[in-house]
């Protein structure tokens, strides 16, 4: 209970399990290919003062560290491995994030890939 006049309520934190899905990332394959990942986040906050306190805006550093990471991951197979593996995929980069987010009071509970999206040509 804040008290009023000497304290406020910063933020409100939805501690429910959130789920994120995020704009085809373009990713360059191992082979030279472009391909985009349409790819989505499952979350939740388990430390709501970290959340507000040691990050900005745990949603937006949430989708670039996991762009960051798709590009890493991603970056290092070509288009038939992606495509071949992306049960393990999912497992990687969930570990990925949920090891870095947890700084901010975030686990990451599931990441997939929805669909892999080859260059036109």
Same mark, same amino acid.
Request: charged share 20%; net charge positive; proline share 13%.
């Given at each position: 209970m804040a008290v009023p006049l000497i304290e406020?309520?910063?933020a409100r934190i939805d501690l429910r399990e @959130? &789920?994120? *899905?995020?704009?085809? @990332?373009?990713?360059t394959l191992s082979d030279g290919l472009v391909a985009k990942i349409d790819w &989505?986040?499952?979350f939740e906050v388990i430390? *709501?003062?970290a959340a507000i306190y040691e990050v900005s805006n745990y949603l937006h550093a949430l989708e670039q560290l996991g762009a960051t990471a798709l590009r890493a991951i991603g970056g290092d197979m070509d288009l038939e491995r992606i495509s071949a593996t992306r049960p393990q995929l999912n497992n990687k980069l969930r570990e990925t994030l949920d090891e870095n987010a947890n700084n901010w009071g975030i686990r990451?509970?599931? &990441?997939e890939l929805k669909a892999i999206e080859p260059p036109a040509a």
């Open positions: 406020r309520i910063r @959130q &789920v994120i *899905a995020f704009p085809p @990332q373009p990713i &989505v986040i499952y430390d *709501a003062k990451v509970r599931l &990441v």
